[in-house]
């Protein structure tokens, strides 16, 4: 009779194919989830040597360039590297970057110690110019990793832990065609250590973008920019931002305090610029307005004809006094306004209830159906019309509506009622922050003379970069020469002074029709 098999052979046995399991895991979540390489803090089941040259054909480059202890040779790429790396295009590539990161050290803003970062690099040319020159600590990242110089991850989604790198590197001008460069901003903060430096490099020179760029990093000092050769000798040059972390880890989602109460704003010199380049105001009072405010509407230079606006955290359009979504929504500003490219947050805010109804089908737009005013209080509302436009407002199918105070309200008038008004200038300071771009087109009927001072004396004008303003005053008639409109007691002189007031605060203000 044959003895009983072991039960200690028995368990060592399932212990072994356990652990064969565990590692055949581990193995296939480092090759398909991972990139096809070793992130750091992870284990690797093949280690390249020391000195092994993978490489050959690239004059001035040493073989040390891509060995690391940490390098990983994984599971065989789809595409051949060592064909890339031999190409025309990769060599020059690397001495480009070798250039730079060479001008960086000579700075101090890079060392051989510097535990190095490069963002939204594909084949990791970056990466290679850096071990290359004695940076051995680099690593690159890309949506889809290219062993052994680059892993999976994003320049918004860093696969590291917080505080990890002395050095981070964004070249190739890709900032600025990341779609949410404050997310980007929010994840240097994390993972750049104390002291460490961000380089970046841009297309973008104006100083707007420099100073909205600026203002994306909390965590962050600007040390200087300057321009330097781009990679295609036959382009311009492109500016280098080099900025340093001061402080200790932020978090995601960290914003600078919204802007006090009863402040004036600061007017900074790229903001004046602005101002200074924009279309001339219309001093001398129109005789025939509703002709010479429209041909005006084709001078205006709109702020993203003069300046970048791609590094801001979120972009947004207030249509005040909206009426309906074809007025201006539709109409100009999703057709005509040079948006960059970039996807708005549209706000339409309208008292009148004869246009709500139509913004429920209409996508990507939020309908506030209040009005704009400078307390929250019951109102007034009532449609006023214009003597001789009676034809045309019949044609429009509605006439003009004002807001009043409820004890200064007309009585007995026919198509009026009661609505709610609400604090604009606080809304406004509670749903955006300096880091977004803020257009805002304001047409209420003459209550622009309220809320205007109300913005400044708040502080909330400071939020807005751009703004498009009618400004109503007892014009000239169209239907009756020689006769002004009894509907506005204001003058265009002191429409003028509003414009004015404006400009000076360093807000780029178009007079509007």
């Known amino acids: 009779m044959e003895p009983k098999p072991s039960l200690l052979r028995n368990f060592l046995v399932r212990v072994f194919f356990f652990c064969v399991l565990v590692i055949g895991i581990r193995f296939a979540y480092v090759v398909t989830i991972r990139g096809e390489s070793c992130d750091l803090g992870d284990f690797c089941f093949f280690a390249l ?11 001035q480059i040493s073989s040390s360039a891509i060995i690391t202890n940490n390098a990983i040779l994984s599971s065989p790429a789809k595409t051949n590297s060592r064909d890339l790396w031999a190409t025309q295009d990769w060599r020059e590539a690397v001495q480009y970057y070798w250039s730079v990161f060479q001008d960086l050290i000579a700075e101090g803003y890079l060392s051989p110690n510097s535990k190095s970062l490069c963002v939204e690099t ?19 990242i890309f949506k889809k990793g290219s062993k052994p110089l680059v892993i999976s991850g994003q320049a918004i989604h860093q696969p590291f832990h917080d505080n990890t790198f002395d050095f981070i590197f964004f070249g190739g001008s890709g900032i600025n ?18 002291e460490g430096f961000l380089v970046v490099h841009t297309v973008s020179k104006d100083t707007y973008s420099l100073n909205s760029f600026i203002g994306l990093f909390n965590c962050c000092k600007f040390i200087r920019f300057r321009e330097v050769d781009n990679f295609d000798s036959s382009a311009p040059p492109i500016r280098q931002i080099v900025m340093k972390k001061e402080t200790a880890i ?47 509407i084709k001078n205006i230079k709109y702020l993203p004809s003069m300046a970048d606006i ?24 999703r057709k005509q306004y040079p948006k960059q490219n970039k996807t708005f947050e549209i706000y339409a805010i309208e008292a009148d209830k004869a ?94 003379f309220d809320l205007i001072p109300r913005l400044m004396k708040t502080g909330a004008i400071c939020l807005i970069d751009e703004i498009f303003l009618e400004c109503h005053y007892n014009r000239w008639q169209k239907c009756c020469p020689g006769k002004r409109s009894p509907k506005y007691q204001k003058t265009y002189g002191q429409c003028l002074e509003l414009f004015s007031s404006l400009r000076k605060s360093g807000v780029l203000v178009h007079q509007w029709w």
Not at 178 to 192: C, D, G, N, W
Not at 319 to 327: E, I, K, L, M, P
Not at 376 to 386: A, G, K, M, P
Not at 405 to 420: K, L, T, Y
């Open 310 to 333: 791609s590094f801001k955290r979120k972009y947004v359009y207030v249509d005040v006094g909206a009426r309906s979504y074809g007025s201006s929504i539709a109409s100009w500003f």
């Open 122 to 140: 594909p084949n990791g040319e970056e990466v290679f110019a850096l071990k290359d020159i004695g940076v051995s600590d680099s690593i690159g």
């Open 250 to 296: 932020l978090g995601r989602g960290v914003s600078s305090p919204h802007i006090n109460s009863l402040i004036k704003c600061p007017v900074p010199d790229y903001k004046q610029d602005l101002v200074r380049n924009a279309e001339p105001l219309i001093t001398e009072e129109p005789l025939k307005p509703w002709i010479t405010l429209k041909r005006h």
């Open 177 to 194: 065609k990341l779609a949410k460069p404050a997310e980007f901003a929010a994840e240097v903060a994390r993972t750049l250590k104390p």
């Open 49 to 59: 040597p020391e000195n092994r040259n993978l490489v050959t054909g690239i004059p």
């Open 355 to 448: 246009f709500h109804a139509e913004y429920r089908y209409k996508k990507g737009v939020t309908l506030l159906p209040y009005a704009a005013w400078v307390r929250n209080e019951t109102l007034f509302f009532e449609v006023n019309h214009d003597p001789g436009q009676e034809k045309e407002e019949k044609d429009k199918g509605r006439g003009m509506g004002r807001i009043k105070p409820v004890q200064s309200s007309s009585s007995g008038v026919a198509d009026g009622h009661e609505i709610q008004g609400f604090d604009f200038a606080n809304w406004l300071k509670n749903t955006v922050s300096e880091k977004d771009f803020v257009v805002i087109k304001m047409d209420v009927e003459g209550t622009e």
